[in-house]
C-alpha cells in the first residue's frame, strides 16, 4: 500500500464528506446508510424501527428492504417531514414526495430533487436559493448545451511525436473508463479488460484511466496512484479536494489525461459512455492533436428514463428537457469522435438515425470470455446445485444480471408461480444485485424455498449459478432502452451450453439463433409461464438448445477473435492520420 496515496484519498474523502454535509445532512445521512455493508445498514434499519414516527419507522422498513410497507407508511402519514419526502422520492413516489415537499418548511433541496428527477432541469434549479447547490446544477446544466466542450490547461501544448507509417500496426492506446478490476465488478468492467488484455496479447502497449476520485468514490481505496491488473496498468486520479463545479472538474480530468497520454506515448485516446467520458477524452485528445475513439455500450438517456417507477413516469421523462438533451449531447460527442464503436445493428442503426455519419461506425458486439469458453459444460444443472447447496430436484430457470426493473424479473417470478400453480415443478434461481432486488424479493414471497435470490456474486460464481440453471431467462421490459441494447448475459449463456429464453424485442432477436433458444412476448408472464412449462417437459430441447448455442458462440463471438478489430480500427486510424 502506498501510504502517501492512502494519505490523499482519505483526504479526498474527508472534503466530499463535508461538502455533502454542508450541502444537505438529511439527504446524506440517508446515501450512507443505504450504502453501508448490508449488516451495518440492517443494523440501522432495525435500529430505526424501535423509534416513533412514520417518517422513522420507513425509513426502518426502507434499509431493511420491506418496499411495500415503506410505501405504505408514505402514502398514509399524516405527520409529513423532510426525511419522508427523501425516503417518498427514493421510493419513485414522485407525487407523495412532492405533496411533502409542499408541506414542510425549507424543503427546497428536496423540490429541486423531484424536479431533477422528473427531468425539469430548469425547475430543479429555479426552487434553490442562491448558493453553491444552485450553482452546481447549473454548471451541470451548461455541460449538456450543444456545442460546451471543457477547456485544457494551456500547460498541456506538446503534441506527440507522430509514428511512422510502418509503426501504426500497433498503435498505443489510452482508455478512460468509468470504473474498473478490481474494484467494481461489473460487465462493463470486465468488458473493459477483455478489451485492454486482447489488445495488449496482441502486441499494443495500452494503460487506463478511470474517473476522478474513484474507486474512492464507491468505498474503495485504490493500493496506489497505478493499479496493475494481468498485467494492465489502471490510473487513477484522485484530487486532494475535488473541484466545486463539474465544468471545473471535466476541464481537470481533460489536462490530466492529457498529461497522462503524453507520458505513456499513446497515439489513440478510447473512452466508452456516457457524454462527460466523451467531453473530458474529446477535449485531451484535441488539445495533444491525437485521434479518439467513443465507444457506445448503451443509450444513457433511455436507460434513465426506464427508471421510472411507473409507465407515466417514463412517458414523463422521455418528453423532459433533461431527456432530449442528453440524447443530443451523446449525438454530439459521438459525431465529434474519430471513430465510433458500438454492440450491436439495432444500436447502430439508432446512431445513424441521429446523425451519426455510418462509414464512422464499426461494430464490436458483446462475447464470452475464455472463463465462459472453458467452462465444464459437462456438469448437469442438477450436478451444479448438488455442488452450490441447492435441491437437484425441479427445473430451474432464472439468471444472473444487475438487478433493474427493464429486466423484467417480475415478470419472470410471476410466470413461475402460475407454472408451479398448474403443476409444473419449475423453480427460480436469481444471482445479482441491484435497486430492483427488495422488491423482487417481497413479490417472490409466495414461492417459499422455491425461489433463490443469491445477492451479488463474483464472476465465477455467476458462471456457476448460470451452470446450475436448467435454462436461463432474459424477459426484458418492452422499453426502448431494451429494444436498442444488446446485453451480454445471451451470449454468456448460449457460451454456458443453456437454453436461452428471451423477450421478442430487436436487440435481443439478433444475438439469439432460432436454433439456441426461445423468444416470447416481453411483459406477458402467461405466455412466458407456457412457454417455460414446455421447456420443462422436453428434457432434448434443452440439451439441443444448449449445444447449438455453445458452438455458435464458441465459432462466433470469443474476445481473443472479436477483440482483433480494435487494433483494425486503431490502425485504420493511424493511417488516415499519417495520409
Known amino acids: 500500500m502506498n501510504l502517501s496515496f492512502l494519505a490523499r484519498q482519505i483526504t479526498n474523502v474527508v472534503a466530499t464528506t463535508a461538502t455533502h454535509i454542508n450541502d444537505d445532512r438529511i439527504f446524506f445521512g440517508m446515501q450512507l446508510a443505504r450504502r453501508l455493508p448490508a449488516p451495518a445498514s440492517r443494523l440501522v434499519g432495525r435500529t430505526l424501527g424501535r423509534a416513533r414516527g412514520d417518517a422513522a419507522q420507513a425509513a426502518s422498513a426502507w434499509l431493511l428492504g420491506r418496499e411495500s410497507k415503506a410505501k405504505t407508511l408514505v402514502a398514509n402519514s399524516v405527520y409529513p417531514s423532510r426525511l419522508l419526502g427523501e425516503i417518498a422520492l427514493n421510493l419513485g413516489l414522485l407525487d407523495e414526495a412532492e405533496a411533502i415537499a409542499e408541506a414542510v418548511p425549507e424543503a427546497a433541496g428536496l423540490s429541486s430533487r423531484i424536479w431533477w428527477t422528473r427531468g425539469q432541469l430548469d425547475r430543479a434549479i429555479d426552487v434553490l436559493p442562491e448558493g453553491a447547490r444552485r450553482n452546481r446544477l447549473g454548471d451541470e446544466r451548461l455541460c449538456l448545451q450543444p456545442g460546451w466542450w471543457p477547456h485544457v490547461t494551456d500547460q498541456i501544448t506538446a503534441r506527440p511525436t507522430r509514428a511512422a507509417a510502418g509503426q501504426t500496426q500497433h498503435p498505443a492506446a489510452l482508455h478512460v473508463l468509468t470504473n474498473s478490476l478490481p474494484h467494481t465488478r461489473s460487465g462493463y468492467a470486465y468488458r473493459s479488460h477483455a478489451i485492454l488484455t486482447t489488445l495488449q496479447s496482441a ?15 464507491i468505498g474503495r481505496v485504490s493500493s496506489g496512484p497505478v493499479e496493475t491488473v494481468d498485467g494492465v496498468d489502471y490510473l487513477r486520479q484522485i484530487p486532494l479536494r475535488p473541484l466545486p463545479t463539474p465544468t471545473a472538474r471535466l476541464g481537470d480530468q481533460a489536462s490530466w489525461i492529457a498529461a497522462r497520454a503524453q507520458e505513456r506515448g499513446a497515439q489513440i485516446l478510447h473512452t466508452t459512455t456516457h457524454y462527460v467520458n466523451g467531453l473530458a477524452t474529446g477535449a485531451a485528445a484535441g488539445s495533444i492533436g491525437l485521434p479518439w475513439v467513443y465507444e457506445v455500450r448503451g443509450v444513457l438517456e433511455e436507460t434513465w428514463a426506464a427508471a421510472g417507477a411507473t409507465p407515466e413516469d417514463r412517458q414523463a421523462r422521455r418528453a423532459s428537457q433533461r431527456f432530449a438533451l442528453m440524447r443530443a449531447k451523446e449525438i454530439e460527442v459521438a459525431t465529434a469522435a474519430d471513430a465510433v464503436i458500438t454492440l450491436g445493428e439495432t444500436m447502430r442503426e439508432h446512431l445513424i438515425a441521429g446523425g451519426v455519419p ?6 464490436i458486439p458483446n462475447s464470452v470470455s475464455e472463463a465462459v469458453a472453458d467452462a465444464d459444460t459437462s456438469r448437469t444443472p442438477a450436478k451444479m446445485r448438488s455442488q452450490l447447496g441447492l435441491p437437484g430436484a425441479g427445473v430451474w430457470v432464472g439468471t444472473a444480471a444487475s438487478i ?17 400453480s398448474e403443476g409444473t415443478d419449475l423453480r427460480l434461481l436469481i444471482a445479482g444485485d441491484g435497486v430492483a432486488l427488495p422488491e423482487l424479493r417481497e413479490r417472490a414471497a409466495p414461492l417459499g424455498d422455491n425461489a433463490v435470490f443469491t445477492g451479488r456474486v463474483s464472476q465465477a460464481q455467476a458462471i456457476d449459478y448460470q451452470l446450475a440453471l436448467d435454462a436461463i431467462v432474459v424477459p426484458r421490459k418492452d422499453e426502448p432502452v431494451c429494444r436498442l441494447v444488446t446485453p451480454i448475459k445471451p451470449i454468456e449463456a448460449m457460451g454456458l451450453a443453456r437454453p436461452v429464453v428471451v423477450s421478442d424485442l430487436p436487440a435481443l432477436r439478433e444475438l439469439v439463433p432460432e436454433t439456441a433458444g426461445l423468444s416470447v412476448r416481453p411483459e406477458d408472464p402467461r405466455a412466458l409461464a407456457g412457454l417455460l412449462t414446455d421447456l420443462a417437459d422436453d428434457d432434448s430441447a434443452r440439451e439441443n438448445y444448449g449445444q447449438n448455442g455453445r458452438a455458435h458462440v464458441l465459432a462466433t463471438r470469443r474476445w481473443k477473435e472479436i477483440g482483433r478489430r480494435y487494433g483494425q480500427v486503431y490502425s485504420q486510424l493511424m493511417g488516415a492520420d499519417a495520409r
Do not use: N, Q
Not at 502486441?203 to 468514490?217: E, I, N
Not at 455510418?358 to 461494430?363: H, S, W, Y
Not at 433493474?404 to 410471476?414: C, F, N, P, Q
Open 203 to 217: 502486441g499494443h502497449r495500452v494503460a487506463a484511466v478511470t474517473r476522478p476520485s474513484y474507486p474512492v468514490t
Open 404 to 420: 433493474v426493473g427493464y429486466e423484467g424479473l417480475d415478470d419472470l417470478i410471476d410466470a413461475v408461480i402460475l407454472a408451479r
Open 358 to 363: 455510418a462509414e464512422a461506425i464499426t461494430l
